[in-house]
């Protein structure tokens, strides 16, 4: 399903068992696999470390450590509390990463590595735990430059992270060259040590498992992030893509379930629609979905609610094709236009872009810096970063 011109894998075998979850110190610190479904350029850690020589020292390979400054929602197990914390940021360093289980990594060049060491005391690293569906997952705060905790921010939750991560530092730049408002992004995806990033994980995760997964980014995980910081929810973003982007739709139309309400608006990128009803050869067993079609009365969220109170951006790239013979099946961007269609039919505030001669993955990049330049415009701080509790 996705296709990537380029993505530089970083793998480190286990070296040591992951550190437990009770393992904490008492202080806190100053501070993707990103498998392509058709090819991935391999580097060693060693060709990394040879380009990076000239620049820095090698440091010595020390345990990731783990901190116990955090505040808690209640709707967290004391199970889930006690797997969760800070910890030193693994994911600018593979000597540290490679302690915690296998690292992978989807940077396009090296040059990532040195734009987000560059930044790393703005990066707080975060392993949090969820019970239900016993998983642990890796979260990256990315506090904007010149952060003042008596702030609100919005956040922009950047979900399948291990995809985007490589787009961190020019989402962090954008903000740095005053060319959007501050804000925070967060970025999801699974710890070193579990399968996040497999088509059949990710389909279990994003389709099989869509309620818990929703359960704990409102719940646990933004519910965390809001006690920790001080958040505008009424300006914050969900983006997911592919069968994030599904997944994306699915918490959209479910949002209505939950009394807080993290996101105000949501991006829906290439959803991969067909997944629900369409069992490509070898695909997925597509009989384990209850309603394969709910997602075209949108989870009956109209059946529900007469409104919906949220802003939609629909976007794919309008060479998207399948690589399986599937001749009678809607393209990808196909559904995401009948998808707008839906939504503006109810009159929900929602846009679309096809971006035309650009594929699954090549148009991203460009889609994030023009969309958070609309989102958080430079100059427009709201009241409610401005003011202080």
């Known amino acids: 399903m996705k296709k990537t011109a380029l993505v530089l894998l970083l793998s480190s075998l286990l070296?040591?068992?992951?550190?437990?979850?009770?393992?904490?110190?008492?202080?806190?610190?100053?501070?993707?696999?990103?498998?392509?479904?058709?090819?991935?350029?391999?580097?060693?850690?060693?060709?990394?470390?040879?380009?990076?020589?000239?620049?820095t020292e090698t440091e010595e390979v020390t345990e990731?450590?783990?901190?116990?400054?955090?505040?808690?929602?209640?709707?967290?197990?004391?199970?889930e509390k006690s797997c969760t914390c800070y910890r030193d940021v693994t994911i600018t360093h593979p000597d540290k990463a490679s302690k915690i289980g296998v690292y992978y990594a989807s940077y396009e060049t090296s040059k990532t590595f040195r734009e987000l060491l560059a930044m790393e005391d703005s990066i707080r690293e975060l392993k949090i735990y969820d019970e239900e569906?016993?998983?642990?997952?890796?979260?990256?705060?990315?506090?904007?430059?010149?952060?003042?905790?008596?702030?609100?921010?919005?956040?922009?939750?950047?979900?399948?992270?291990?995809?985007?991560?490589?787009?961190?530092?020019?989402?962090?730049?954008?903000?740095?060259?005053?060319?959007?408002?501050?804000?925070?992004?967060?970025?999801?995806?699974?710890?070193?040590?579990?399968?996040?990033?497999?088509?059949?994980?990710?389909?279990?995760?994003?389709?099989?498992?869509?309620e818990k997964l929703l359960d704990f980014i409102t719940n646990d995980l933004m519910k965390l992030v809001s006690l920790n910081y001080k958040t505008d929810s009424s300006r914050s973003v969900f983006f997911g893509h592919s069968l994030s982007g599904l997944f994306a739709h699915y918490a959209?139309?479910?949002?209505?379930?939950?009394?807080?309400?993290p996101f105000a608006s949501y991006v829906i990128g290439s959803p991969a629609l067909w997944t629900y009803h369409f069992a490509k050869p070898g695909g997925f067993d597509i009989s384990l979905i209850?309603?394969?079609?709910?997602?075209?009365?949108?989870?009956?969220?109209?059946?529900?609610?007469?409104?919906?109170?949220?802003?939609v951006f629909i976007c794919a790239g309008g060479d998207e094709h399948y690589e399986f013979p599937a001749p009678d099946l809607a393209t990808i961007p196909e559904d995401s236009q009948a998808l707008f269609d839906r939504?503006?039919?109810?009159?929900?505030?929602?846009?679309?872009?096809?971006?035309?001669?650009?594929?699954?993955?090549?148009?991203?990049?460009?889609?994030?810096?023009?969309?958070?330049?609309?989102?958080?415009?430079?100059?427009?701080?709201?009241?409610?970063?401005?003011?202080e509790e």
């Open 133 to 210: 569906l016993d998983t642990t997952y890796l979260a990256h705060i990315i506090l904007p430059p010149d952060y003042d905790e008596n702030k609100k921010y919005p956040i922009f939750l950047m979900n399948d992270a291990q995809y985007w991560f490589n787009r961190i530092p020019e989402i962090w730049a954008l903000i740095n060259d005053g060319e959007t408002e501050p804000f925070i992004t967060v970025t999801l995806g699974n710890d070193y040590d579990s399968d996040g990033y497999s088509d059949d994980a990710r389909f279990v995760k994003f389709v099989l498992d869509q």
């Open 15 to 55: 070296a040591a068992p992951l550190t437990s979850c009770d393992q904490k110190a008492p202080s806190p610190s100053s501070s993707e696999e990103a498998v392509t479904e058709q090819a991935a350029e391999t580097v060693s850690e060693t060709e990394f470390e040879a380009e990076e020589s000239t620049e």
């Open 252 to 261: 959209l139309c479910n949002s209505d379930k939950y009394e807080d309400q």
């Open 290 to 311: 209850p309603d394969q079609h709910a997602f075209e009365r949108e989870f009956d969220y109209f059946e529900r609610n007469e409104t919906m109170d949220k802003n």
């Open 64 to 79: 990731p450590q783990y901190f116990s400054e955090l505040v808690y929602p209640d709707t967290m197990t004391e199970k």
């Open 343 to 387: 939504l503006a039919s109810h009159g929900v505030n929602a846009e679309i872009m096809i971006y035309e001669g650009k594929n699954h993955m090549n148009y991203v990049g460009d889609m994030f810096l023009e969309y958070l330049k609309k989102t958080f415009p430079a100059g427009d701080v709201s009241e409610n970063q401005t003011q």
